[in-house]
């Protein structure tokens, strides 16, 4: 048990004088405490804090007895007083507001991928491009597709509901283990929302936090997009540039936009996926013989003939041939498979495998 203890006695005024005239006039203690003594002159300190009080500030109002013997004493070594100055802080200023011209200046990077995640993964509401869509998913599940934690995912969609970005169709059904289902909307109809709402402006904090901005602040003006030129890919077609790809991905630009600008010349008219099968049937019978390097340029010198308007013609013909020879079979197996189907002496096994293969036909 530990002892209790005794509160300080009241010490006077008076006794506190009495004292520190005792230790002023002793020649034991005066020595050792002349050198307290500041400089007369000395500045008070800028600091607004309670003021240091020095021993020798409290004796110099006390009255040196005339009976006692002085003792001689050296003359004090008195020390500058340093000024010192506060450290002075920065005014605290608020962060810098954003205007939300798009959805995603809205959200922070994990709630945008949350977002997209479950947006790739609705089913639309209706046909129309910006309609909103539902999301049936676990939690767990959800978590583990956006590489999240599932309580930070409970708070991030939290954070998108109250953004006005989705809402909570229907909860988890206890009884037959069914996750939530939640409502995705558009981009379109997020930033009608927030326009309605009043969700215009946000801080970056950590996140991104919708504020009302005091004052009077206008909305930027969205200027029109700057319309950048085509590049040299933009003007080939998809479809030639990948046959070629198909020989080698390194294929230059150039090589290719030289083999299309050829065909255009010689044939107005040819198309890119005539220009790509013209590739293909001519690197087929090459792949395995010969390196990607000498593949490119046997093409480039036998280019300008394959794609000659008396060799095109000839090609295109005997497509055409081709493929009113596969109609033609694929009539003539159309018609055996519906006479077996309308035949009663067939097996009824025979029948029903006539009507599933007519139904792929």
Known sequence: M???RRPPPNVSAEDID???AEMRQSPITRPNLSFLRPARAAEPTPHKTAPVVLIDDA???VKSDPAATPTPTPSPVVLPLVKTSPAVLGPVTSRPIHFCATAQDG?????????TTMWNLGRPESPDAGASRLVQMSQPELARRVGLTERNLRIAIIRLITKLAMEEVSGFTRDTKAPRVYRVFSEQEILRRRREAGLLWAVRRKG??????????TAPAISAPVVLPPRPTDALP???TAALKEVTPEVSVAFIARLWREAKQQVPDCTAEEAAQLVREFIEPLRLSLKPEVILQKLLTDWGELVSPSRLGAWRE???????DLSRVAEENRQYWEAIAADPSASEADRDLARLVLKDL
């Open 2 to 4: 530990s002892k209790k």
């Open 18 to 20: 009495r004292d520190l």
């Open 59 to 61: 004796l110099d109002g």
């Open 107 to 115: 959200h922070s990077p994990t709630e945008h991928l949350i977002y």
């Open 208 to 217: 991104v936090q919708f504020v009302a901005p005091t004052g009077d602040i």
């Open 238 to 240: 998809p479809a030639f």
């Open 318 to 324: 005997a497509r055409r041939r081709t493929r009113e």
